[in-house]
């Protein structure tokens, strides 16, 4: 605990360096409770997450880098207006998945803008409409067959219900 802090919403077993202001400016150690405006939102993940985050000026969270309880390692960059999220890496090891996700700045938009990763036996790159439907699809199997895939609106919305029955 420091009385120079500004925050005073989450302790963690990290070391805080503050800016002039006392604003928390980098967290190494447990990822603290995520901060953006001077609010304070549950974090994905458990108590168990540990690496680096950095923040703005204001103390408003805008990426890091951390080793999730939950298996999963990743490195994101935020923006500083919603939607926050705008690239993400990651790695996962229980679904030994390791890919990436680059969002639009469009707050309406339901999904990430392109995705791309691997599996165990599977590439894939996709790009997504704002609606969250894929537009194109490039998909690499086990077998080395790749598969391209491109819909307009209308027929991605239909093979996302045709999914769903």
Known sequence: ASKDRTRKDSASDSIIFLGKTGADRL???QIPTLHIDGKTYKRRGDD????????????????????????RVGLALDRAKP???AIGLMVDDQE?????YI??????????????????????????????????KLDL?????????????????????????
């Open 48 to 71: 168990n997450n540990y690496g680096m985050t950095l923040y703005d000026t204001k103390g408003s969270e805008r990426g890091g880098m951390a080793f999730m309880g939950t298996g």
């Open 103 to 136: 969002n639009y700045g469009d707050p309406k938009a339901r999904d990430s803008a392109i995705e791309f990763g691997t599996d165990t036996n599977s590439a894939h790159i996709q790009l997504n409409g704002k609606d969250g439907l894929p537009r194109a």
């Open 96 to 100: 030994n998945f390791a890919g990436m």
């Open 83 to 85: 939607p926050y999220e």
């Open 27 to 29: 967290a190494l150690g």
């Open 141 to 165: 199997d086990g077998t080395n067959k790749p598969a391209w895939q491109f819909d307009d609106a209308a027929s991605a919305a239909k093979a996302a219900q045709d999914q769903k029955h």
